[in-house]
């Protein structure tokens, strides 16, 4: 079976610090990968998704930048965080659409998320 | 932007049917419609989807009108633990070019004990 995981769970940084979220998938290849943010009180909001290794597009033009370095793993970054990074990060997969119909539902298989807090 | 519109918030008494509505007036002929429910501090969880029939899984039903621009999510037997947002989303299936859900902000249903 599929699974996603994500690291770490929490964390606090100061203003202009590094960050690097990471994001691993098991059990399924060539996953569609995706970075989504949840600011506090508001909605989902895409940041970045990946169709393949060195693939990345972003939604939102900011401070944060993705890479794939490997198939199933899917990192986020920043050289220097702001006050509004802070929030709720979600890593999600899906299929890439050329699996078995049956499987192909379209469904994103979130992970437990990151909340980060900048000081 | 998103392509759904959904009441910002909805009451339920425990033990009744949830009726959560979705406009979705300029959904495509390919665009599938989604629906999807956050617990507070969880990553969403997918609940159901269908193109134009009528959808039920273990979870609840999924009621689409002929023409496609609006759909219901019925959860058959509200229970305390069903108290979540639920997003209404539309989307064709991956394999279509790029693949990616956005989330609007949903509708928080609270269940009354």
């Known amino acids: 079976s599929q699974t996603i995981h994500q690291w770490p769970a929490t964390l606090v940084q100061p203003v202009g610090s590094p960050l690097s979220l990471e994001c691993t998938v098991e059990?399924?290849?060539?996953?569609?990968l995706y970075w989504y943010r949840q600011a506090a009180g508001r909605g989902l909001q895409l940041l970045f998704y990946?169709?393949?290794?060195?693939?990345i597009s972003s939604e939102v033009p900011q401070n944060l930048s993705a890479s794939r370095p490997q198939d199933r793993q899917f990192i986020l970054s920043s050289k220097k965080l702001l006050l509004s990074d802070s929030g709720f990060y979600l890593c999600?997969?899906?299929?890439?659409?050329?699996?078995?119909?049956?499987?192909?539902?379209?469904?994103?298989?979130f992970g437990e998320g990151s909340r980060l807090t900048v000081l | 932007d998103a392509k759904t519109t959904q009441p910002p918030s909805m009451d339920c008494a425990e033990g009744r049917a949830a009726n959560l509505p979705c406009n979705h007036s300029?959904?495509?002929?390919?665009?599938?419609v989604y629906w999807y429910r956050q617990i507070h501090s969880q990553g969403p969880q997918y609940i159901i989807h269908?193109?134009?029939n009528n959808e039920t899984n273990e979870m609840a039903s999924l009621i689409i009108t002929e023409d496609r621009k609006s759909s219901t999510l019925i959860l058959p037997h509200a229970t305390l633990r069903d108290t979540a947002v639920y997003y209404c989303?539309?989307?064709?299936?991956?394999?279509?070019?790029?693949?990616?859900?956005?989330f609007g902000k949903g509708t928080k249903l609270s269940v009354i004990p």
């Open positions: 989303i539309v989307s064709p299936l991956p394999g279509a070019g790029s693949y990616q859900l956005t």
């Open positions: 999600a997969w899906s299929s890439d659409g050329t699996g078995l119909r049956h499987l192909n539902t379209g469904e994103l298989f």
């Open positions: 269908g193109l134009k």
């Open positions: 990946s169709v393949g290794i060195g693939q």
């Open positions: 059990g399924t290849s060539n996953p569609n």
């Open positions: 300029t959904i495509s002929g390919n665009e599938y």
